[in-house]
C-alpha cells in the first residue's frame, strides 16, 4: 500500500478509534455503575433490575427500527442516524443529570436513554463498513481493542473512586 494511502486508512482507523472509544468509555459510566447511580436515588435492587430489562427490551426494538428505517430510507447517511441517536440519548441523560425527577420517570428516561445508547455500536459497525465495501483495507482490531483497553481503565479508576 503507497504511504498517501495507507495514510488515509490510518486516518479512518484513527476517527473509528475515537468513535469507539468515547463510546465505551459513556457506557462505562452509564451502564457499568447503574446500579450505584441508580440505588443512590432510591431504586430497589427489583427495580434495577427491570431498568436493566427494559433497556434490553427497547435496545431490541429500537435496532430492529433503524435497521429496517435505514434500509428503507438510503439516501440518509447512517452517520445522520447515529448522531440524532446520539443526541437523544445526550439530552435524557442531560435529563437525568439535571432535572430531579420523581423514581417512575427517572426509570423510564434511565431505561430509553440506555435503548438508545445500546443502539449506537451497530451503527458504527455500519460506518466503518462501507469504507470496506470502498475497497479501503481498514483495520477494525486495533481501534477496538484501542477502546476496549480504555474501557477496562476507565473501570478500575472509577472504581477506586466510589471506594
Not at 6 to 14: L, M, S
Not at 49 to 66: C, D, H, K, N, R
Not at 114 to 133: C, E, K, T
Not at 139 to 149: D, I, K, Q, Y
Request: proline content about 5%.
Amino acid at each position: 500500500m503507497a504511504q498517501p494511502e495507507r495514510q488515509k486508512t490510518f486516518r479512518i482507523e484513527a476517527m473509528y478509534a475515537g468513535l469507539q472509544s468515547t463510546y465505551w468509555l459513556s457506557v462505562c459510566t452509564f451502564s457499568g455503575f447503574m446500579a450505584i447511580y441508580l440505588g443512590y436515588y432510591g431504586f430497589s435492587d427489583t427495580l434495577i433490575g427491570l431498568t436493566s430489562a427494559l433497556i434490553s427490551i427497547i435496545t431490541i426494538v429500537f435496532q430492529l427500527y433503524v435497521s429496517v428505517y435505514s434500509d428503507n430510507h438510503p439516501h440518509i447517511p447512517i452517520k445522520r442516524t447515529a448522531a440524532i441517536i446520539y443526541l437523544g440519548a445526550l439530552a435524557l441523560v442531560a435529563v437525568l443529570a439535571l432535572m430531579p425527577l420523581p423514581i417512575l420517570l427517572m426509570f423510564v428516561v434511565y431505561s430509553v436513554a440506555g435503548g438508545l445508547i445500546n443502539a449506537i455500536p451497530g451503527l458504527y459497525n455500519a460506518l466503518i463498513i462501507q469504507f470496506v465495501n470502498l475497497g479501503i483495507p481498514v483495520n477494525l482490531g486495533w481501534p477496538r481493542g484501542m477502546s476496549a483497553l480504555l474501557y477496562a481503565v476507565a473501570a478500575f479508576f472509577l472504581g477506586l473512586v466510589l471506594e
